[in-house]
């Protein structure tokens, strides 16, 4: 088969069930012709979602990103946030969105998430927050930063988007801080199309921003805040209890791709990644590696474009840094040399294609490229 008929290979697909499974859950809406607003299924993918992630008050989201603006006007976030600048930049936004200025601390190198010994240095008297990212579904050192947090009177949010299936020592990884925000994004193991959520602990505080995500509505005539509308339709949550009958084998192919990978690339010189983290059950969200120009012979960069040019499309997420978008470059902390590692590994990281259904033969494509 020539190059050019060699099918794309792109950085994720969608698990999608049978369509034929997908039909009743449609029925039954255009049976009752609930749409959206909280209907049974919203409902029914809450209940159930809390049991399988093992928490106790979820709301659900249009996406992820509403889930990050709602979760800080929930908890009153003002001034400024402590975060990390190595994530997608719809993180960083749901401050800009709040009028929050984004403070950036650099991250460490063990799991790409914030350093939690450089927090402290970065807290002002306007911080009211830590916004930290466990990505690629690697935890936070949510113990530290639990401790600073405590110490300093600061509320965290996690933006937990990359986690869904993730545990800690047993633990749902978007079970801590005061709030945890998921994405259902298309691309993500467990998607909704397009959805998102957020985890809380209390009843109250449920209430509260399922009020926010609903104009502010405390029943049919009383508005007690300004709300937003990021509620999640009836098709979208259809489409959620329909994921979560496969996700956990979801989940294991792609435990299956990551293993492969570790094999075939380990001894491939100038090429690390991160192996298992002790404690942690991934949901292998990614496949993030590492390329060292000068021990593997060609940069990132050039190892993106080869990729390509065989029809191969892989990603640099997150590259840029979001410190170095044109909103945020001019803040003090978004400067270079206040963020060495974060620099480092936006330069030299590559997600290879993960998604549920890869086949052996794409897999091999890919490691015959890189193997070189
Ligand atoms: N926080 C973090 C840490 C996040 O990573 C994200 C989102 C958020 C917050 C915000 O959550 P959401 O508001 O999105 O729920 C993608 C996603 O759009 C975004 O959800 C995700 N993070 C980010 C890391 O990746 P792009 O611009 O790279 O996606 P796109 O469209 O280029 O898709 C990548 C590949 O996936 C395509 O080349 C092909 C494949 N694909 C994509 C879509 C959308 C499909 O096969 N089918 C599809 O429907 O941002």
């Known amino acids: 088969m020539t190059e050019e008929n060699k099918s794309n290979i792109y950085v994720t697909q969608p698990f999608l069930p049978d369509l034929k499974e997908f039909i009743p859950y449609l029925e039954q809406i255009w049976k009752n012709k609930i749409l959206t607003n909280n209907g049974p299924f919203h409902q029914q993918l809450e209940d159930e979602l809390c049991k399988y992630l093992g928490v106790k008050y979820i709301s659900l989201f249009s996406n992820g990103t509403l889930a990050l603006i709602t979760a800080l006007q929930a908890l009153k976030i003002t001034g400024e946030v402590i975060t990390t600048p ?34 402290e240095a970065a807290i002002t008297p306007s911080t009211t927050a830590i916004l930290p990212v466990h990505v690629y579904g690697n935890p936070c050192y949510v113990d530290e930063i639990e401790k600073i947090a405590k110490k300093h009177s600061l509320k965290v949010i996690y933006d937990a988007a990359h986690t869904f299936g993730a545990q800690l020592k047993g633990h749902s990884l978007c079970s801590f801080g005061d709030l945890s925000i998921l994405s259902f994004h298309a691309t993500k193991v467990f998607n909704t ?56 084998c979801v989940i294991d192919r792609r435990k299956w791709v990551t293993t492969e990978y570790r094999k075939r690339l380990k001894n491939i010189k100038g090429i690390t990644f991160l192996e298992e983290i002790k404690d942690v059950n991934h949901c292998y969200s990614y496949f993030p590696i590492l390329v060292d120009s000068h021990k593997y012979g060609i940069t990132r960069d050039e190892l993106y474009q080869k990729l390509m040019n065989k029809n191969i499309f892989s990603r640099r997420y997150f590259f840029p840094l979001i410190s170095q978008f044109p909103s945020y470059k001019h803040l003090e902390s978004a400067q270079a040399e206040n963020l060495p590692i974060a620099e480092k590994v936006a330069n030299e990281v590559l997600c290879l294609p993960i998604y549920s259904e890869m086949k052996v033969g794409e897999l091999e494509r890919i490691v015959e490229i890189l193997v070189k």
């Open 86 to 119: 190595f994530s997608f930049v719809a993180t960083t936004h749901a401050l800009w969105w709040n009028n929050i200025k984004p403070v950036f601390v650099d991250i460490e190198p063990n799991t790409f998430t914030l350093d939690p010994d450089k927090i």
């Open 193 to 248: 199309f397009e959805g998102g959520a957020i985890v809380c602990h209390n009843q109250k505080m449920k209430h509260h921003i399922d009020n926010l995500k609903n104009f502010g509505f405390r029943g049919e005539t009383v508005v007690e805040e300004p709300g937003i509308n990021a509620k999640m339709n009836e098709v979208q949550a259809a489409m959620g209890l329909l994921q979560l009958k496969h996700v956990d």
